[in-house]
């Protein structure tokens, strides 16, 4: 696989060099402005970098954000696909992600060698593949979909073609339940989502009996079964913010309950647990990487730093924008009904 980050150069600031009582939030939001910086978070990242943010969002959100920017500098609060998705949008601008070793199960367990023969496999399959891969994966790929845009496109594809869904196996599922048409899926799965367990569930929604369960659709079908609401991270904050329950438990990355609390002030969450009904689970190591010193120094040395081959990078594009562009016709379309 193609190394897509740059390393900070020679004489770059380190995290030992930090004077220890420096306003970090101060000196951020100074070199933001000193460099038209913008800086995007998504939902799963620590609440002190979501609240510094210019943004926060789902990945198709930050996506659409990325492609619009007109900073000098993407600063990438997330994980490493999604900063390549602001590089691949954004070729001539600096993008950079706090921490280079944050990645994703999900990238981690589709490699392109194993994606290209997967698709070798079925050539006559269209490949629709989630956005949390890498840059290599999406230039192997027909359309990019987010949990939120996945279902809206898969509908627009005619009914005769075949279709290859990677690399979540989980989302592909209910995919397929919700559009009625058969996927050949990739057996790939999130580490978070996974973790949730389904009798803790049912013994935590006893013991609060009025509880709403939202769950994002990366998890299991037997948690899925349990959900009053199944949707993105968007949809689930929208879900929380206008049913009239007044507490909830959420099966996704716990960092979204900051965003749930801002939006519904006053309502009670409960994160989801695990196998020993504890909720440490739903936390993804990969996000929690990233931490408020490692966005001053990724500002301040512009490093780490996302960087590709032309050649990929317009291949990766092609299936990024069908989605962006399909995206927009839905929505134009609704908007006109």
Known sequence: MIDTIRDAKSGAVTAEELDPFIDLAEEIGRLRSEKNAVILAHYYQDPEIQDIADFVGDSLDLSRRAADTDADMIVFCGVKFMAECAKILNPSKTVVLPDRDAGCSLEDSCTPDDFQSFRDAHPDHMAITYINCSAEVKALSDIIVTSSSAEGIILQIPKNQPILFAPDKHLGRFL??????????????????????????????????????????????????????????????????????????????????????????????????????????????????????????????????????????????????????????????????
């Open 176 to 337: 397929a339940r919700q559009t009625g048409r058969d996927l050949t899926l990739w057996p790939g799965t999130c580490i978070v989502h996974e973790q949730f367990n389904e009798r803790e569930l049912v013994k935590l929604s006893v013991r609060h009996p009025g509880a709403k369960i939202a769950a994002h659709p990366e998890c299991p079908e037997e948690i899925l079964r349990h959900a009053d609401h199944v949707g993105s991270t968007r949809s689930l904050l929208e879900y929380v913010t206008t049913c009239d329950a007044s507490e909830f438990i959420v099966a996704t990355e716990q960092n979204i309950i900051h965003q749930m609390e801002k939006g519904a002030p006053g309502r009670t969450f409960i994160a989801a647990p695990g196998a020993d009904g504890k909720c440490d689970c739903a936390s993804c190591p990969y996000m929690a990487k990233n931490n408020m010193e490692k966005l001053y120094l990724a500002l301040l040395n512009e490093a780490p730093g996302i960087e590709m081959p032309e050649e990929l990078r317009l291949r990766a594009l092609k299936p990024l924008q069908r989605m962006l562009d399909m995206s927009a016709a839905k929505t134009a379309s609704q908007n006109a009904a």
